[in-house]
């Protein structure tokens, strides 16, 4: 019985060598093509900054499949494709602004769906135009432009934050 065991392993063993030698070819295109990508992948980091290499273990790890193809979903999108132009500076403050003055009251949230920015973005851009005194906040998540002067003139989008705020925009 253990020559028998013995002659299964064997040939278990051969099959999976068979097996390794016919899939080497494969597995050093994997490698080359993943080191084509990451090349791409470092000329479109945004700024132009380089992404850092990868490790050689990295390159060896395949990835996990992605989501599509035979359930019929079509496969998300790589960050580098979701990405979208940065506003100039001082714009999205100005839209912000604007848009509160159409909608007072309105939260952060609601400022981020009406202009299509992240929350994030709209928050810190609140935030931001809170500390300058250009935004006020109202109540639990609401904000609303600065009460107007008392002769009733309006500020306009131009009006520049106060000199003492110490805060620079990004």
């Known amino acids: 019985m253990l020559a028998a065991v013995s002659d299964v392993l ?13 899939l080497r070819p494969a597995a050093d295109e994997f490698a080359r093509l993943r080191r084509a990508a990451d090349a791409l992948d470092a000329l479109e980091a945004p700024g132009g900054a380089a992404r850092p ?5 990295a390159v060896r790890a395949p990835r ?14 790589r960050s ?9 500076p001082g714009q999205t403050q100005l839209r912000v602004i604007e848009q509160l003055r159409s909608n007072p009251g309105s939260s952060s949230t609601a400022v981020a769906q009406a202009l299509g920015i992240s929350a994030n973005a709209a928050a810190a851009t609140i935030s931001r135009l ?3 005194g250009r935004v006020r906040r109202l109540d639990a998540g609401s904000y609303a432009p600065p009460q107007p002067p ?21």
């Open 10 to 22: 064997d040939r278990i063993r051969s099959e999976l060598d068979d097996r390794l030698a016919a």
């Open 53 to 57: 290499a990868v490790s050689a273990r």
């Open 64 to 77: 996990a499949p992605e989501r599509g193809g035979a359930r019929g979903k079509p496969p998300r999108k």
């Open 80 to 88: 580098s494709q979701a990405r979208t132009e940065r506003a100039a």
């Open 130 to 132: 809170v500390k300058q």
């Open 150 to 170: 008392a002769d009733g003139a309006a500020p306009g989008p131009e009006q520049s934050p106060p000199a003492d705020s110490g805060s620079a925009e990004p």
